[in-house]
């Protein structure tokens, strides 16, 4: 450990990285939306190369670039022509479409081919620009894994990137396909993941850990429920009947014991929020399998029926014993010198029951 510190300790090997962020694969730009919320760092941080011994983020993003029309596409150009100067992260938000599923036009796509007039597809910007990337990165869950358009029957055929390009894939670097997935993805797992890059890129940190759904290892490797303000009250087998209660939601559609993220305990932004924290049943947006097999949404999870079940014992006589305790810890102990006796302690407030 000490030792790979040391190594990646000292100036960056590179200044600054070039970032070109294609959000025309389908998707509703949401995750460009959420990381102007980041705060761990900020976007801000990265683009103004405010970070000591962090290369500075070069953003090209078609929502927030002062430049506009061909001024804008000129770095995605060079960049499909493989003359970028410097190392190059490309980054896509929504997912992509099956170009070849039809007899003419094109699903997605930005920007005009000078030659034939025609958009280019989305598509094709990926296949020219993905070769000479340092990394590629898939930001949600659209470009993730195909997200809400890739639900089965859509004429889209959309998928995520790892379908597209392959999830043996390999950039520049030799990572695969970097996800970040969630619907949008969490504003700070996007600027720690574009961080990390960073740091990877200029030889400041060892290759970035990923999982087997090409997730960063660190930002995924924990449920909803391992994090969940709740998780209190499904130990006792406290459950909400209907909205509105601050109690386990699980028995409303929850299924935070069995999805990978880290939004109840990072909050949806700054902190704050973080869908069952706040009353939200989580529909696993993070994961490979959604939407399809987290349907249909606001219903008990079939396996939480007896999960639920067998922590309803056990809770129910938990709690009944944790009562009992708790309502003699709410009394003082007897001192001889009080004024009053214990015993004339007021009882405590009644437990506030369900809404
Ligand atoms: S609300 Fe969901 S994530 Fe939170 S404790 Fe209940 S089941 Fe777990
Ligand atoms: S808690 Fe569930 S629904 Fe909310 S962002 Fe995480 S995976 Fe998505």
Request: net charge negative; glycine share 12%; with cysteine.
């Amino acid at each position: 450990m000490t030792e790979s510190i040391a190594t990646f300790r000292g100036e960056p090997d590179v200044a600054e990285v070039d970032v070109l962020w294609i959000t025309a694969g389908l998707g509703c730009d949401g995750d460009s939306v959420a990381i102007t919320g980041a705060t761990q760092p900020s976007l801000e941080e990265l683009v103004l190369g405010a970070l000591p011994g962090v290369p500075k983020l070069n953003l090209h993003h078609p929502l927030l670039a002062y430049a506009t029309g061909e001024e804008f596409l000129e770095p995605f150009r060079r960049a499909a022509e493989g003359k970028s100067e410097r190392p190059l992260l490309l980054v896509v938000e929504g997912s992509i479409p099956d170009e070849n599923n039809k007899a003419e036009g094109c699903w997605a796509g930005f920007g005009t081919d000078p030659d034939t007039k025609q958009p280019i597809p989305t598509c094709d910007w990926i296949d020219r620009i993905a070769p000479h990337a340092w990394a590629v990165v898939a930001v949600g869950t659209c470009a993730t894994y195909g997200g809400i358009h890739a639900i089965e029957g859509n004429p889209t055929g959309a998928m995520g990137l790892p379908d597209y390009l392959g999830w043996n894939w390999r950039a520049k670097s030799g990572l695969p396909v970097v996800c970040v997935p969630g619907c949008p993805a969490q504003p700070d797992n996007m600027t720690e993941t574009l961080l990390y890059l960073l740091r990877q890129a200029a030889g400041q940190a060892p290759s970035i850990p990923l999982d087997h759904a090409l997730r960063p290892r660190w930002l995924f490797d924990q449920t909803v429920h391992e994090g969940c303000d709740r998780g209190g009250y499904y130990e006792q087998g406290d459950f909400a009947a209907q909205t509105g209660s601050r109690k386990c939601i699980v028995k409303l559609g929850c299924w935070g014991p069995v999805v990978m993220c880290n939004v109840a305990k990072r909050g949806w932004m700054n902190g704050i929020g973080g869908c069952p924290n706040v009353g939200g049943v989580c529909i696993g947006c993070t994961m490979p399998g959604f939407p399809d097999k987290f349907m249909p949404f606001l219903q008990e999870p079939p396996g939480a029926k007896m999960s639920s079940a067998a922590v309803l014992m056990y809770g129910r006589t938990v709690r009944a014993l944790r009562q009992f305790t708790r309502s003699s810890l709410e009394k003082e102990p007897l001192r001889p010198g009080a004024r009053a006796a214990a015993s004339n302690q007021p009882e405590r407030d009644e437990d506030r029951g369900d809404a």
